[in-house]
């Protein structure tokens, strides 16, 4: 899109831009190294929205295109109401626009500095953080940046985590099933983080909540020294001081939360059993979120979700980025999902939904599980990474036009690669419209 078409000074003042000729940009909000955020307004319905703005040079030059295509991919997987929840994203030619929820009340870091939170009240955040942190968990996902600075609080002094810039998928672990990259805030994370070994992300993130829940209620860091080597040490042995006010529950689960070995440290599901955080716990409820992808080790699920007739609704920009190969989004992000991957239909999805699970048995796969317009298919023959497994969804457009994505949940690339390109065309030529990257997806 021409930077001229995407972005218009406001006859209302010189400061504010209009974007798109959907959103009016005002003033800026907070600034990081390649991004800057201001505060927005929707046109059509006057809600206010937070637009993150990446200059597309800078992110290119650095080598961060992969990291800002994972955070789009992971914001969109996450919608809950204690996470800031990712609207549409858009670009020019230099620049790519996050359009987010705003949360007005700011960053909870704000509330620490000025000193301890009162029991009840750094309970129902730490609450909060765990139900939302446990719902990412559940779709694959693995925050490991978590600390106040990245938590906001909104009007109704209910917690929003932000900020998925580190965080993983599935596809990052490797053979091994664990995670291998070092990022995060030293203060925050995990021993098994800083060792450089394999560590698993959702022990990781627990550890995390650990280091946040003791910021809250004593307001400063358990583990702190002016030599970054004898503060890894302390984090390595666990060892802190709790403060005389924080209340004897409380300090028996830090004491569970802050353990070295990741294999004897607590769990979600035991933490949302301990009776200190049962204390007025109430489960958020999350609607039309499709079940998640992987199975959850028997923990508590948080989500309830509703069965729905129709399939989620698919950002329009969300398929032309996905899909166009002239639009300036998809040039900057190299979409992995491969040619054949992902096409539009105008059949009807439930329609869409019985196609997809008759083609499964001509091909020799097992259909896992069909509901909310998600099909999990498994091969029966075993391939170089075992059994090949694909996932896919139904996406509505409008209600004449669906979109279907399929992504690999097993297996090996190369043969799900071949299995797109040589099995799923042929079997499904009859319902699509068009398939990505080809040119007449345009005229949507």
């Not at 599935?170 to 994370?189: I, K, M, S």
Request: aromatic share 10%.
């Amino acid at each position: 899109m021409d930077e001229r078409a995407g972005i218009q000074n406001s006859s209302l003042s010189d400061s504010r831009k209009i974007i798109f000729k959907k959103y009016e940009m005002g003033r800026m909000l907070g600034q990081g190294t390649f991004a800057k955020v201001y505060y927005g307004k929707n046109l059509a319905t006057q809600e206010s929205v937070a637009i993150k703005v990446i200059n597309k040079e800078q992110v290119k030059k650095e080598g961060l295109i992969e990291q800002i295509q994972r955070e789009i991919s992971i914001m969109r997987l996450v919608r809950h109401p204690h996470i800031v929840e990712l609207k549409e994203v858009m670009a020019t030619k230099a620049r790519v626009f996050f359009v987010m929820e705003y949360v007005r009340g700011g960053e909870l870091f704000a509330k620490v500095v000025k000193g301890k939170l009162k029991e009840d009240l750094a309970r129902k955040y730490f609450q909060q953080l765990v139900s939302a942190v446990d719902f990412c968990h559940s779709r694959g996902v693995y925050h490991r940046d978590l600390k106040p600075e990245n938590l906001l609080v909104d009007e109704n002094e209910d917690l929003k985590v932000s900020d998925f810039g580190l965080s993983s998928l599935p596809e990052q672990r490797r053979n091994d099933g664990l995670l291998h990259t070092r990022c995060g805030t030293p203060a925050y994370v995990a021993p098994e983080v800083l060792r450089k070994r394999g560590y698993d992300g959702s022990k990781a993130d627990i550890w995390s909540c650990g280091v946040v829940l003791f910021v809250l209620l004593s307001g400063y860091l358990p583990f702190q020294h002016e030599n970054v080597m004898k503060m890894y040490r302390k984090i390595f042995k666990a060892e802190f001081e709790f403060p005389p006010w924080i209340s004897s529950d409380a300090r028996r689960l830090i004491s569970k939360l802050l353990v070295p070995d990741p294999e004897k440290r607590i769990s979600i599901a035991e933490i949302m059993r301990n009776p200190w955080f049962q204390k007025g716990f109430k489960h958020p409820v999350v609607f039309s979120i499709a079940e998640p992808s992987g199975e959850k080790n028997g923990e508590l699920e948080l989500v309830t979700s509703t069965k729905s007739s129709s399939p989620p609704f698919f950002n329009a920009f969300e398929i032309i980025s996905s899909m166009s190969s002239g639009f300036d989004l998809s040039n900057l992000f190299e979409d992995k999902r491969k040619q054949g991957s992902l096409f539009t239909s105008k059949c009807s999805a439930s329609s869409i939904m019985e196609r997809l699970e008759s083609m499964a048995k001509k091909l020799n796969f097992n259909v896992l599980s069909a509901k909310e317009f998600k099909v999990k298919l498994q091969g029966k023959a075993e391939g170089r990474k075992g059994k090949l497994a694909v996932t896919a969804e139904v996406f509505e457009v409008v209600p004449e036009v669906a979109v279907v994505a399929f992504s690999k949940s097993a297996g090996d690339t190369l043969e799900y690669a071949k299995f797109c390109e040589e099995d799923l065309r042929p079997a499904l030529k009859d319902i699509v419209w068009s398939w990505q990257g080809e040119n007449n997806c345009q005229q949507l």
